[in-house]
């Protein structure tokens, strides 16, 4: 099987060209930046190409493209796209282009899809991925990557463009932002050298998850962050808790940090068996476990 990857120079269209030629299929890179995409095929050992008239030959054709120009590449690769074809995206959000490669592309079956972690995973196995088909053609494809994948390890959702918008919003969204604006206020405090130095394991795994975020391209995070609908009220609902809860401290309200606290431990244990193993877990994550 031969796969096109439109965007295969960037970090995450070189961990699926490396994941499928691992595989045993035939990939090859298409990319703009000749630089770039020399040093990728290079480093690959994959077939490279600039003109995206090349994704035409392929079996399939994964778009692993920024999403402020998702449309645009979608547009271009429309007339080079054929009866049979499988089309595939990768971007964190799924109602926007889904809708895009519905206006686009008249041949070939589109399907939304949406790996959920970084390039920095080992391998599919224990990682999660949501397939977003929306009629029977796309249901059928999505049931045959499902199994594609399953066998090897991955979780695999299937469920709507909106629905996964919805989900991301907190999954991505909100857990982004509170890193940057813990990033933010850890350096209006002045104080990173000193802190680490006397740091617990909390501190290591909040700095850990700052770090993480901030050291990604910040383009991605933006886009990110006004493409999912409706994060702007989730951020807002979570600054209005930051508020309620400095408000405690700051009053020396004691009794009802705690009570609010227990309920919140309550809640979070009706809904998690594994909940009394988290402890354990940040520790495992502090050490590199």
Request: aromatic fraction near 6%; charge should be negative.
């Amino acid at each position: 099987m031969k796969i096109s990857i439109i965007g295969g120079t960037g970090k995450m269209g070189r961990w699926l060209a490396r994941f499928l030629k691992n595989e045993g299929k035939e990939v090859i890179l298409i990319g703009r930046n000749e630089a770039r995409l020399a040093e990728a095929g290079a480093e690959l050992g994959l077939a490279t190409a600039t003109d995206i008239a090349a994704a035409g030959s392929a079996d399939a054709i994964i778009i692993s493209v920024p999403i402020d120009s998702f449309e645009e590449v979608v547009a271009s690769l429309s007339p080079h796209t054929s009866d049979g074809q499988i089309i595939m995206d990768i971007t964190s959000v799924k109602a926007a282009p889904v809708a895009a490669m519905h206006r686009h592309i008249k041949k070939g079956t589109a399907l939304g899809t949406h790996p959920v972690f970084g390039p920095g995973a080992r391998g599919v196995a224990n990682q999660n991925f949501v397939l977003t088909p929306t009629i029977p053609a796309e249901e059928a494809l999505a049931e045959r990557v499902k199994g594609f994948l399953t066998a090897r390890g991955a979780d695999v959702k299937l469920m709507t463009p909106a629905q996964h918008d919805e989900m991301m919003a907190v999954v991505l969204g909100l857990s982004h932002f509170i890193a940057i604006v813990a990033a933010d206020s850890l350096l209006k405090l002045d104080k990173l050298t000193q802190l680490e130095a006397v740091s617990g394991t909390t501190y290591k795994v909040l700095l850990t998850l700052v770090e993480s975020v901030l050291s990604e391209d910040p383009g991605l995070y933006a886009s990110l962050q006004m493409n999912l609908p409706g994060l702007g009220d989730i951020e807002e609902v979570f600054l209005g808790s930051c508020h309620d809860w400095a408000d405690m401290v700051k009053s020396g309200a004691r009794q009802k940090f705690i009570s609010r606290m227990e309920e919140l431990k309550r809640r979070l244990e009706q809904g998690n068996p594994d909940f009394g193993k988290a402890y354990q877990n940040m520790y495992r994550i502090a050490e590199g476990r």
